[in-house]
């Protein structure tokens, strides 16, 4: 098996967002020697790192959040969604919103093929018929204009 690079996984785990926030934190001995298979930047690794060392060697939750550069109350947070999840868990979701919240298919359905006037009239219309309150320039982004 073909190993990467620090610097290849660095620059991916960056790009994918799963680099851990603090890895100088990360004391725990397979982290220590900071090469080979265990990287303390892999955000991924080290949590599943951190609730591997409680759940199978059984040390305490406040010793292995901090050895893995975590506080006891993001344990639990990170152990409730591998709970959750499994391995999906491990990986952080998004912030911020994951797209338009007003713009509902029906909604666009209308204003694509039904509504006609300016955006700020046809932002009325939308208000009028769904009871959604839509910016003018929304409407127009909509309709490709």
């Known amino acids: 098996m073909r190993s990467l690079s620090d610097t290849t996984r660095l620059r991916a785990l960056t790009e994918t967002g799963l680099l851990h926030p603090n890895p100088d934190a990360v004391l725990a001995p397979l982290f220590a020697d900071g ?6 930047a892999d955000k991924v690794q080290v949590k599943y790192e951190m609730l591997r ?15 893995h550069g975590y506080s006891r109350a993001a344990f639990y947070l990170v152990a409730g969604a591998f ?3 499994g391995m999906a868990g491990l990986i952080d979701e998004r912030r911020g919103r994951r797209g338009p919240v007003k713009l509902r298919p029906e909604i666009v359905d209308f204003i694509r093929a039904e509504a006609h006037g300016s955006g700020a009239q046809i932002a009325e219309q939308v208000a009028d018929r769904f009871g959604v309150v839509l910016h003018r320039r929304t409407v127009e982004r909509v309709r490709g204009r």
Request: aromatic letters at 8%.
């Open 53 to 67: 060392a409680h759940v199978v060697d059984g040390l305490p939750v406040s010793e292995v959040a901090a050895s």
């Open 83 to 85: 709970e959750q999840l």
């Open 35 to 40: 090469s080979g298979f265990f990287l303390a």
